[in-house]
């Protein structure tokens, strides 16, 4: 397990924790490692999570399924990140996303709802590992209410624009998570469509684009 805290180190569920605390929290968490394959899926829709996991390596894709069968992803998850993180904490609860891998994985399973007992509380790590997970929560609930407010806008222009935006490609050029079909899909839109406007925007001097890298010019 040592071998990843080097990776651990870096995120923000545990920052302020060094040394011995990496074994002291991941002992408190129950923390296992598990490899994945390219396709496997680790949660499936509608299940309760006992688990969050951590990316190690590798890539993983949430996706919400409609009732026709339909995928449409919503985010990617890359090395360092958290998934699952507010529902293992309620594991009575049902996970609305399916979250599949992408490529070969290596996942960090971390029993998150053991930080929420009365022994794990008064404990210096576990209770700085607490206060990571509740501003890791809070940022995620920003982030679902942003992208409730890009699905509400009419416009491919404007959903498009307030995307951008949000990630910062007004100040500099940004590289995007997604290739054009995923972002398609998260925009809520046909690829063809999103493609189309976005040559209109390119012709109009408002964006500048090659492949995955965007920057907004006005």
Same mark, same amino acid.
């Given at each position: 397990?040592?071998?990843?805290?080097? #990776? &651990? /180190?870096?995120?923000?569920?545990?920052?302020?924790?060094?040394?011995?605390?990496?074994?002291?929290?991941?002992?408190?968490?129950? /923390?296992?490692?598990?490899?994945?394959?390219?396709?496997?899926?680790?949660?499936?829709?509608?299940?309760?999570?006992?688990?969050?996991?951590?990316?190690?390596?590798?890539?993983?894709? /949430? &996706? &919400?399924?409609?009732?026709?069968?339909?995928?449409?992803?919503?985010?990617?998850?890359?090395?360092?990140?958290?998934?699952?993180?507010?529902?293992?904490?309620?594991?009575?609860?049902?996970?609305?996303?399916?979250?599949?891998?992408?490529?070969?994985?290596?996942?960090?399973?971390?029993?998150?709802?053991?930080?929420?007992?009365?022994?794990?509380?008064?404990?210096?790590?576990?209770?700085?590992?607490?206060?990571?997970?509740?501003?890791?929560?809070?940022? /995620?609930?920003?982030?679902?209410?942003?992208? #409730?407010? #890009?699905?509400?806008?009419?416009?491919?222009?404007?959903?498009?624009?307030?995307?951008?935006?949000?990630?910062?490609?007004?100040?500099?050029?940004?590289?995007?998570?997604?290739?054009?079909?995923?972002?398609?899909?998260?925009?809520?839109?046909?690829?063809?469509? &999103?493609?189309?406007?976005?040559?209109?925007?390119?012709?109009?001097?408002?964006?500048?684009?090659?492949?995955?890298?965007?920057?907004?010019?006005?």
């Amino acid at each position: 397990m040592e071998q990843y805290f080097p #990776i &651990l /180190a870096t995120m923000p569920l545990f920052h302020g924790i060094t040394g011995e605390g990496f074994t002291h929290v991941l002992r408190c968490l129950e /923390a296992f490692v598990v490899t994945a394959e390219k396709g496997q899926v680790l949660y499936r829709n509608q299940e309760q999570v006992e688990y969050g996991m951590i990316v190690l390596d590798g890539s993983l894709h /949430a &996706l &919400l399924l409609n009732s026709n069968g339909g995928e449409h992803r919503i985010c990617e998850f890359g090395v360092g990140q958290l998934i699952g993180g507010a529902y293992a904490c309620v594991p009575e609860q049902e996970i609305p996303v399916q979250t599949q891998a992408i490529k070969d994985s290596t996942l960090l399973y971390v029993k998150l709802s053991n930080l929420l007992n009365d022994t794990s509380i008064g404990g210096p790590y576990a209770s700085r590992v607490t206060v990571n997970l509740l501003r890791h929560i809070a940022m /995620a609930n920003v982030f679902q209410v942003r992208k #409730i407010h #890009i699905l509400t806008q009419k416009k491919i222009r404007d959903k498009l624009l307030m995307y951008l935006e949000s990630i910062g490609a007004r100040k500099r050029s940004v590289l995007l998570p997604f290739n054009r079909q995923e972002l398609a899909d998260y925009l809520g839109v046909e690829r063809s469509a &999103l493609s189309r406007e976005m040559s209109y925007m390119q012709e109009e001097g408002v964006l500048e684009y090659h492949k995955n890298t965007l920057r907004l010019l006005q």
